[in-house]
């Protein structure tokens, strides 16, 4: 498929996924089995979108922080559309009381659109301030709402915080060994939580079971810290730029400290209820090489020698980048998400990030190209197998928003 071809099939798929709701514009990352705005898609959305048209990733990002801001400051990871009321009972009936009486979730997502939003400032000269501001606060709400030390990594309380809910890091914590045990833990985690007013610290008292620090929050929020102090320096805000750049380091070393796995060369999650790491390895643990703070201080290059080097990579396959190491095992399309050689759009575009700013700009465009094959070859889809190029998931009739992040793999 060709540049120009594709930019078109992405524009074409955006427009297919565009809705009206709370007084907004905004897009679903598919059209029948996701009504909800969501906010690390958004964030995805908006990556994609500034190449087609930065007024419609302004007005993205903007829905997402006027709509799924809670009373807290935090941004909530979905909002169910009006009419999805069978969709949003089923999902209370799975996964328990994970909606706030407003109707927002108490669930958070990594901040990708406080990331989208400082790239859109830095490369688009007619960019206010607004988004900015409103991202900025958001971050400010996690660091408030979210540590459980002062200058430590943000905590989750519930799988689905990840954006990888069903990650094999989390195994140890949840019960996975049916689809009915995993949706009873979660359940569970999500009744505690309420129970505890949504408080970290209260839930932490109370003998919550699930306090975790993720690579994949965490990641994103080194990045989105770091990029929001660049905008703020270029906005003439140094002490804004400042402060964001302190907490970036902070969050660096917590990380460094906490998460960092000698053994794995890659960042992993931390149990604070059973004070140790996650030794699980999965791409999640890469998103922080793409920071200043890891390539400073050497951590990028070592994610990178060990896991982004396309022929010895035991996350790279013929098709793409996944999120597991390859076991070459066939994926079942009815199996829990997250589980096995699957590419996501998502993670294609990890792996790209950390190379592109890194300067590997050979094994960068293998990982664009990779992502356009995937779209040529089998649509715009929830996932892709990494051996074989498949698609599967969500997106078989109207598409799947993440692919269109090849957008931004430009090299």
């Known amino acids: 498929m060709g540049g120009a071809t594709l930019e078109q099939a992405c524009r074409e798929m ?131 709402l979210r540590v459980l030390t002062e200058g430590g990594a943000p905590v989750l309380l519930h799988p689905l915080e990840s954006g990888a809910d069903v990650s094999p890091m989390f195994d140890s914590l949840v019960d996975t060994s049916s689809r009915r045990s995993l949706l009873a833990a979660h359940k569970a985690l999500s009744q505690h939580v309420v ?18 620090s993720d690579p994949i929050f965490c990641g994103w929020h080194l990045l989105a810290l770091e990029e929001l102090a660049l905008a703020w320096r270029k906005a003439g805000d140094p002490a804004k730029a400042k402060g964001l750049e302190a907490r970036a380091g902070r969050l660096a070393d917590a990380m460094i400290r906490d998460l960092w796995s000698p053994g794995l060369n890659l960042f992993v999650g931390y149990d604070h209820v059973g004070e140790r790491r996650l030794e699980v390895p999965t791409l999640g643990g890469i998103i922080a090489g793409a920071s200043r703070s890891m390539r400073r201080t050497g951590y990028a290059r070592r994610i990178i020698e060990a896991h982004l080097t396309p022929k010895t990579s035991k996350f790279w396959g013929p098709r793409g980048i996944a999120f597991n190491p390859l076991d070459d095992k066939p994926i079942d399309p009815k199996a829990l998400l997250w589980r096995g050689d699957v590419v996501w759009g998502a993670t294609q575009y990890w792996g790209y990030l950390v190379l592109s700013r890194n300067r590997r700009t050979s094994a960068a465009k293998l990982a664009a190209t990779q992502m356009a094959n995937l779209i040529s070859r089998s649509g715009f889809r929830e996932f892709y197998s990494a051996i074989t190029g ?15 992040l090849v957008l931004d793999m430009v090299v």
Do not use: K
Not at 19 to 30: I, L, N, Q, T, Y
Not at 195 to 212: C, E, I, N, P, W
Not at 397 to 404: L, R, V, Y
């Open 195 to 212: 129970a505890s007013g949504y408080d970290v610290r209260r839930a932490q008292a109370t003998g919550h079971r699930f306090l975790v």
């Open 390 to 404: 498949e698609g599967f998931g969500a997106g078989a009739e109207s598409g799947f928003t993440w692919p269109a």
């Open 14 to 144: 955006f427009a297919a996924h565009e809705v009206s709701a709370f007084g907004e514009r905004f897009h679903v990352p598919a059209a029948r089995e996701y009504s909800c705005l969501f906010s690390w898609d958004s964030g995805y959305h908006a990556l994609a979108l500034r190449h087609l048209d930065p007024a419609l990733a302004r007005q993205e990002l903007g829905a997402l922080f006027r709509a799924n801001t809670c009373e807290d400051g935090l941004l909530a990871h979905e909002r169910p559309l009006p009419g999805a009321e069978a969709r949003t009972a089923l999902v209370t009936d799975w996964l328990g009381p994970i909606y706030r009486p407003d109707g927002r979730s108490w669930l958070i997502d990594p901040p990708v659109g406080a990331f989208a939003a400082a790239r859109l400032y830095l490369e688009d000269e007619h960019s206010e301030t607004d988004l900015l501001l409103l991202a900025t606060q958001g971050l400010e709400a996690i660091d408030r």
